[in-house]
């Protein structure tokens, strides 16, 4: 999985798919931690209209590009229809916050050749950007 990881990482435009406002959420936390590791991030929620300014979009078909990965911070039975997005969108690489996935989600993405990350938090992989100043703004 480290090695799915790695090329999950270098990817450079992400969407977060249930990001929300309140800084104490996960949500906010994989969407803020994401920009601030200098990856391009889409926010995706239906029911905001932006998150720290930023535009906030429906979906991912909402999208004005389609994200090299999408980060998943939503139930698991929300994720199942995110993975049935990211495969009509050609969308490969999808990382599974814990607690979003389930194994049918996990196995309908591997099925449709998606990189399918999960029992994983992208922000602890994201850390050491920060820490070590690697990111790209």
């Known amino acids: 999985m480290l090695d799915e990881i790695d090329k999950a990482l270098v990817q450079k435009h992400w969407a977060v798919v ?3 406002n309140n ?4 949500g906010y936390k994989v ?5 601030k590791a200098g990856y391009t991030v ?3 929620n239906p029911g905001l209209e932006s998150v720290d300014g930023d535009p906030c ?8 590009t389609v994200p ?3 980060s998943v911070v939503v139930p698991p039975k929300i994720t199942e229809q995110v993975i049935a997005d990211c495969i009509d969108l050609g969308i490969n690489r999808v990382w599974m916050q814990p607690g979003s996935e389930s194994k049918e989600a996990i ?7 998606i990189a399918v990350i999960h029992d994983q938090c ?9 820490r070590l100043g690697l990111t790209e703004s």
């Open 122 to 130: 992208v922000l602890t992989h994201t850390r050491h950007k920060l």
């Open 23 to 26: 800084t104490a959420k996960y």
């Open 18 to 20: 249930g990001v929300s």
């Open 107 to 113: 196995r309908n993405g591997r099925e449709n050749g």
């Open 42 to 44: 889409y926010a995706i």
């Open 68 to 70: 090299d990965a999408v």
């Open 57 to 64: 979009y429906p979906s991912l078909a909402a999208l004005p």
């Open 31 to 35: 969407y803020n931690q994401l920009k």
